[in-house]
């Protein structure tokens, strides 16, 4: 999974930002600075575990504060099911 792929599940979960340019260098930009929270990342991480076939906890999910953090637990659990 690419940046551009988490950025098009967060617009299709939670709309564009009101705060940040996600077409930006967003990886190390915490999602509460991106203006999304808890609630909005459970959504995405619901439609990246339909969209990859994956299973996300959600405690760890909302341990992923930044892009780079919720791309790296996903990624890892791609490569773990390949």
């Known amino acids: 999974m690419t940046c ?9 979960c939670a709309g564009d930002s009101d705060t940040a340019d996600l ?31 994956i299973t996300l906890d959600d405690d760890v999910v909302v341990e992923a504060k930044t892009p780079r953090e919720f791309l790296d637990l996903v990624n890892g659990k791609l490569v773990a099911a390949a």
């Open 23 to 53: 077409d930006g260098d967003i990886l190390d930009v915490s999602f509460e600075e991106l203006g999304y929270d808890s609630l909005a990342m459970l959504e995405t991480a619901g439609q990246t575990q339909r969209r990859y076939g």
């Open 4 to 12: 551009t792929d988490l950025v098009a599940i967060i617009r299709e």
